[in-house]
């Protein structure tokens, strides 16, 4: 089976290595829209016009499904896509939110979610998990930790004050979803800051979420590996080798 | 006479604020193509070409020359723009460069400029300030300030994190160019850092590059406002209503 992985940057290689490391796929196509980066801070109609020329992008290869890593994608454009794409579209979001009921069962639990501007606006992870019984939420966007992660400073003063910034209010969760593809770089921050909480991120989610919908058989202990970007793909394809360790 | 400034978003309104406050112009008509915000990140080619896009916006209005406030296609995609319009366009970098000339005499002294990735990396205020025999020059792209003072925070415990993580081993200068639109935002906090420091401000250096350049005689009390973004156009003449007290 072949997946294209779709992401606003270079974020939702935290995505691909989730699907990597479970082996699930014949070959990944990965492409971010780095010429438009980031999603996050932009409208839903924005969001949407440039998730269907993804879409369109992905008409040119020979994909079996499509899995928008980006979170603001999957807050806001999905069933647009499906209305277009000629290949199954996934999101991030509910499979996040089935995660997060698989690994908490008390309904009382408090649920922290921390997301893009468009992700928290959206109110979608809110919906669904109210949907499941869960009413002790609470969604966040730490707009900051996504530039602190690209400019690389996963740990240090910065974060820490922009840690400080954003979360200084906030009880100790029970779980904390990572509501962007970036925030899984800081999980080791984050789950120091809290220490008890369960993390929830959106790679090991989708991951769970495909083995469930297509009961896979078959491992690959070798996928390709194609990566494009809207612009320097270089930079794309080095930041993936880093990451993904290849 | 009618001026079109184009920014890659909100930024450029620090420009515009100069504008006003001189009474230059008759018409001011703002672009800011926030639905791609921002550019200092992004490579050559994708600045020119969404430069070209708003010579093309500007064609429809009948504007008398073209300010480009953003320092990132100041710096990459002045030529281009001139070879498609069909009014002057004028950038903020040549103008800084004399703003520095004129306020700064010693040739040895010590320039600090401060950008985006791209601004550093076009190298432009450097080889201007080198042709006029400046040598002491220093180039940094503190990437952060952008973000953080898109998220509102002038001042404050993340943003004197940042400066300590990317000025703290600089020397104090004895000019510092702010060659991005959002650094006028935290004039206080980098004068501060930087006592002796003469500030040189795109703003007020497009002005006087202006006024020489086309000896105006008129004053307008009155400045016909119009304001256009490629999303969330309200959101936009909400921060113009705040930043330029309208």
């Not at 699930?24 to 996050?40: H, N, Q, S």
């Not at 999101?91 to 690994?103: D, K, S």
């Not at 593809?181 to 979420?209: C, M, N, W």
Request: proline share 4%; with cysteine.
């Amino acid at each position: 089976m072949r997946v294209g992985v779709f992401d606003s940057g270079i974020g939702g290689l935290t995505v691909v290595k989730s699907l990597l490391e479970h082996q699930l796929f014949e070959e990944i196509i990965y492409f971010g829209d780095t010429a438009r980066v980031p999603y996050g801070v932009k409208d839903k109609n924005t969001i949407i016009r440039y998730s269907l020329e993804a879409v369109e992008f992905f008409k040119n290869f020979d994909i079996d499904i499509m899995v928008a890593a980006c979170n603001s994608v999957s807050a806001y454009a999905i069933e647009e896509m499906r209305e277009v794409a000629p290949f199954k579209v996934f999101g991030v979001i509910e499979p996040g939110a089935l995660a997060l009921q698989n690994a908490i069962k008390n309904k009382n639990a408090q649920i922290l979610i921390l997301g893009t501007k468009a992700t928290i606006n959206s109110q979608k992870y809110t919906r669904l998990l109210n949907s499941y019984g869960y009413e002790n939420l609470l969604s966040l966007a730490p707009s900051l930790f996504i530039p602190i992660v690209e400019e690389g400073l996963f740990e240090g003063e910065i974060l820490q004050s922009a840690m400080d910034h954003y979360l200084k209010h906030i009880q100790q969760p029970d779980a904390l979803i990572l509501g962007c593809t970036h925030f899984p770089l800081i999980a080791g921050p984050l789950q120091k800051r809290f220490p008890d909480a369960k993390l929830i991120h959106s790679g090991e989610a989708i991951v769970q979420y495909l083995q469930n919908y297509f009961s896979f058989t078959k491992k690959f202990s070798e996928t390709k590996l194609k990566f494009f970007a809207s612009e320097n793909p270089d930079g794309l394809k080095e930041v993936a080798k880093k990451w993904l360790k290849l």
